[in-house]
């Protein structure tokens, strides 16, 4: 057995009520006790996964051919025409089947920044929540909000955003109802407009407000593009860092997608507020965004993590080929001796849990949860490597074979517990269909 990520526990992982009690290097005996054993001798356990940004409805809208070879702002001012026919049963179905493609690749918690409320779906994250009890995985769902209309001069329709109030009252209704906040929590909630471009100043700056004051964190997307950094010279008078500071937001309690186009005094600006970046590699080559700053931005004190953002530009949900995705794109911009498999699997674990502001997750160590993912290392993609943890990333693992959430097994065999995955995709592709016609 070979566990990455900074742990010596090649011996064995000792578990007791969905904790890990010791941790077993090699040839070491265990102190404690064992009534059941699993035989891992040949796999790589890592600790859960944790992705940080995701749109689990956009699986409903992989490779739309009219979005398709589209840079962000003419890919999202197409996709939002069929985003705003979004129902419950469709966000059911797409919350299910990417929580289920992000545990087989290994996440065992995942963040979802759900931010398309159009009539009828009022209650998406109440959708949402019960989507995730069934896939038993931790979830940090974060409710998003759109404000600033076309016709404000926002990127969106107006057929998808919401007014204000309405937006905070739901915000502050479903920390109440949802939001965990003790160790080994399973659901969380954090607030999260949508972009600088499609949500106004007054909202962001009372997000931040009720964010404080119910004591949650907060997450947008922020310098994905040269676009954006244009919209906001052009709407704010600001670079997207300055308005964020204006409107309360340069706190440890958030966490950023993307975290490309900064320069460097406001690297250091988000390093001395303690911001979190979540790093989304292949979304940002698919879209041609560019390349995120990794080391410059650690370098300067922010918490680093990683995630595979939406599926309708990335086009899929699979952490494990994500972790493999930077190690590549990274590497264009840092020297490899930086940029090692121990370094990208240590952003999807510990450095993704820091930016959840989660310390009983993300590693494998005594006191923390049972979050296991298990990668067997008997398939041709393997054969012959000497470095395990190094072949799991450069051979490029794509699933795997067990996974485990708070000391239960969840995933055996390649396979959900609860879940068939033929019949989940009979059901999302056909409500795929139908929302693409709308
Ligand atoms: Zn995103």
Redesign the pocket.
């Known amino acids: 057995m070979f566990t990455g990520t900074g742990s010596d526990a090649n011996g064995g992982i000792l578990i007791n009520n969905g904790i890990i009690v010791e941790t077993v290097s090699s040839g070491h005996t265990p102190a404690h006790e064992w009534d059941e054993s699993v035989d891992l001798s040949n796999a790589v356990v890592l600790p859960g996964l944790i992705n940080t ?3 689990f409805y956009q699986t409903l809208t992989r490779c739309v051919p009219q979005a398709l070879n589209k840079p962000l702002f003419p890919w999202l001012k197409t996709l939002y025409q069929i985003w705003q026919f979004l129902d419950a049963e469709m966000l059911a179905a797409a919350t299910e089947l990417a929580g289920l493609e992000l545990m087989l690749s290994g996440a065992t918690t995942i963040a979802d ?1 759900h931010y398309v409320f159009p009539k009828g779906l009022e209650n998406a994250i109440d959708v949402q929540v019960e989507a995730i009890g069934k896939l038993g995985c931790r979830a940090v769902l974060t409710r998003g909000s759109m404000s600033l209309g076309e016709d404000s001069g926002g990127l969106p329709p107006n057929a998808v955003i919401q007014a204000e109030d309405v937006i905070l009252a739901d915000s502050e209704r479903v920390i109440d109802e949802f939001h965990e906040d003790q160790s080994g929590a399973k659901i969380q909630i954090a607030l999260a407009p949508c972009s600088p471009f499609s949500v106004t100043r007054e909202l962001m700056t009372a997000t931040a407000e009720l964010a404080e004051r119910k004591n949650v964190l907060l997450h947008t ?1 922020l310098a994905e593009t040269e676009d954006e950094n244009a919209f906001c010279q052009r709407q704010f008078g600001l670079r997207p860092l300055e308005y964020l500071e204006q409107c309360g937001w340069l706190t440890n309690r958030t966490w950023l ?2 975290g490309i186009h900064f320069d460097s005094d406001e690297i250091s600006t988000l390093g001395a507020a303690d911001i979190g970046i979540a790093h ?1 590699p292949t ?1 940002n080559m698919l879209l041609g965004s560019g390349i995120c700053p990794s080391m410059d931005l650690i370098d300067a004190g922010c918490r680093f993590g990683l995630a595979v ?2 599926s309708a ?1 990335n086009d899929g949900s699979n952490m494990i080929q994500e972790v493999r995705h930077s190690l590549l794109q990274q590497r264009l911009r840092y020297a490899p001796q930086q940029i090692t498999a121990e370094t990208v699997l240590g952003w999807a674990c510990k450095g993704s849990a820091s930016l959840l502001r989660r310390d009983d997750i993300g590693e494998i160590s005594a006191g923390k949860q049972a979050d296991l993912a298990i990668f067997n290392l008997d398939e041709l993609r393997f054969s012959g490597a000497g470095d395990p943890i190094a072949a799991l990333v450069t051979c490029g693992a794509h699933a795997v074979d067990r996974l485990m959430v708070g000391g239960e097994w969840l995933i055996e065999s390649a396979e959900h517990r609860d879940f068939i995955a033929r019949d989940l995709i009979q059901k999302h592709s056909q409500l795929a269909k139908k929302l693409q016609s709308s």
């Open positions: 940004h995701h749109h920044h997307h997608a993307h989304c979304s953002d939406g530009s």
